[in-house]
């Protein structure tokens, strides 16, 4: 395994580091936030060199990363190691760790020594959690600590049972107007951005009149502050199909396995590995070598 240390190219960007009174300045700028989802060291070095904004390391990892079902099963241990290695890789996008199910909606106390675990041990810049209602005091609890917390409505998967599904969500009058109304009181509490995920794209603009902090979207329309994708889905990792609200930017999935069915066909046919991939020795040292096996 190669396991040089990072090295800073002369193709990685120099950029001032993402800070959190910068989203607001970008949001005032208009120009849009870009943010994505990562959950290891390499792709770390590659989201950085690549001038991403913002970085989650979402609890999506519990699905794609981790192989459970949904993202409740995933425990803050488990996100941390995720988190940390993310953390070395990064410089200057801003880091956001997601709370995971079960970590933050019991007390304030439990919401906010979550939060700190996520910056003393994580390394991160601001934290996220799911949801509006008992969670607006959960968001005010962390941000009265001075720790950034970033609300997240619409759809919330943790919770997406509840609500039906992993379907779009404020898809009538009055639970457009829940969602809205959670956003609004999240920004009260203190938020310093919110993601609003699958709502219908008037919606999300009617909301974007309410709302003076950064919104990022994920299936919500252009009217947001900016956007954040899933690694996976936006790169074609899967074998199954994204959601509507997923562009695939690549498709990496067959591009992995055609490399990895190459070479597992070398290795059998005995073409790899060829001199070009070995070590040789000097004749001499060889010879000496043959004397002492005798
Ligand atoms: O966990 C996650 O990846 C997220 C994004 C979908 C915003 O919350």
Same mark, same amino acid.
């Given at each position: 395994?190669?396991?040089?240390?990072?090295?800073?190219?002369?193709?990685?960007?120099?950029?001032?580091?993402?800070?959190?009174?910068?989203?607001?300045?970008?949001?005032?700028?208009?120009?849009?936030?870009?943010?994505?989802?990562?959950?290891?060291?390499?792709?770390?070095?590659?989201?950085?060199?690549?001038?991403?904004?913002?970085?989650?390391?979402?609890?999506?990892?519990?699905?794609?990363?981790?192989?459970?079902?949904?993202?409740?099963?995933?425990?803050?241990?488990?996100?941390?190691?995720?988190?940390?290695?993310?953390?070395?890789?990064?410089?200057?996008?801003?880091?956001?760790?997601?709370?995971?199910?079960?970590?933050?909606?019991?007390?304030?106390?439990?919401?906010?020594?979550?939060?700190?675990?996520?910056?003393?041990?994580?390394?991160?810049?601001?934290?996220?959690?799911?949801?509006?209602?008992?969670?607006?005091?959960?968001?005010?609890?962390?941000?009265?600590?001075?720790?950034? +917390?970033?609300?997240?409505?619409? #759809?919330? *998967?943790?919770?997406?049972? =509840?609500?039906?599904?992993?379907? $779009?969500?404020? !898809? &009538?009058?009055?639970?457009?107007?829940?969602?809205?109304?959670?956003?609004?009181?999240?920004?009260?509490?203190?938020?310093?951005?919110?993601?609003?995920?699958?709502?219908?794209?008037?919606?999300?603009?009617?909301?974007?009149?309410?709302?003076?902090?950064?919104?990022?979207?994920?299936?919500?329309?252009?009217?947001?502050?900016?956007?954040?994708?899933?690694?996976?889905?936006?790169?074609?990792?899967?074998?199954?199909?994204?959601?509507?609200? +997923?562009?695939?930017?690549?498709? #990496?999935? *067959?591009?992995?396995?055609? =490399?990895?069915?190459?070479?597992? $066909?070398?290795? !059998? &046919?005995?073409?790899?590995?060829?001199?070009?991939?070995?070590?040789?020795?000097?004749?001499?040292?060889?010879?000496?070598?043959?004397?002492?096996?005798?």
């Amino acid at each position: 395994m190669s396991t040089h240390p990072p090295v800073e190219t002369s193709t990685t960007h120099e950029r001032l580091p993402m800070t959190v009174p910068g989203l607001m300045d970008r949001k005032r700028s208009g120009e849009p936030l870009v943010m994505v989802t990562c959950y290891d060291y390499p792709s770390a070095r590659i989201v950085e060199e690549a001038g991403v904004d913002l970085v989650l390391v979402g609890d999506t990892a519990a699905m794609t990363v981790l192989g459970y079902d949904s993202t409740v099963p995933v425990t803050v241990d488990e996100l941390l190691v995720l988190v940390k290695a993310v953390r070395r890789g990064l410089r200057s996008p801003l880091l956001v760790g997601d709370l995971p199910f079960g970590s933050y909606e019991v007390s304030d106390e439990q919401a906010v020594a979550t939060a700190q675990r996520f910056l003393k041990e994580g390394g991160c810049d601001a934290v996220k959690l799911e949801g509006g209602g008992v969670m607006v005091d959960r968001a005010h609890a962390i941000a009265s600590t001075g720790i950034p +917390v970033i609300g997240h409505v619409g #759809l919330t *998967p943790q919770t997406a049972t =509840a609500v039906g599904g992993f379907k $779009a969500q404020a !898809r &009538t009058a009055h639970r457009a107007l829940n969602t809205i109304e959670d956003a609004v009181a999240l920004q009260e509490a203190g938020c310093c951005a919110i993601v609003f995920e699958a709502i219908p794209a008037p919606v999300a603009q009617l909301a974007m009149e309410q709302i003076e902090i950064p919104v990022i979207g994920i299936g919500a329309g252009m009217s947001t502050d900016g956007q954040v994708l899933v690694w996976h889905d936006l790169l074609g990792l899967y074998e199954w199909g994204s959601p509507r609200f +997923v562009k695939r930017y690549a498709e #990496l999935r *067959p591009e992995i396995l055609r =490399a990895l069915e190459n070479y597992a $066909a070398e290795v !059998r &046919t005995k073409e790899f590995p060829t001199s070009e991939y070995t070590y040789s020795i000097d004749p001499a040292e060889l010879e000496e070598l043959r004397g002492l096996l005798g």
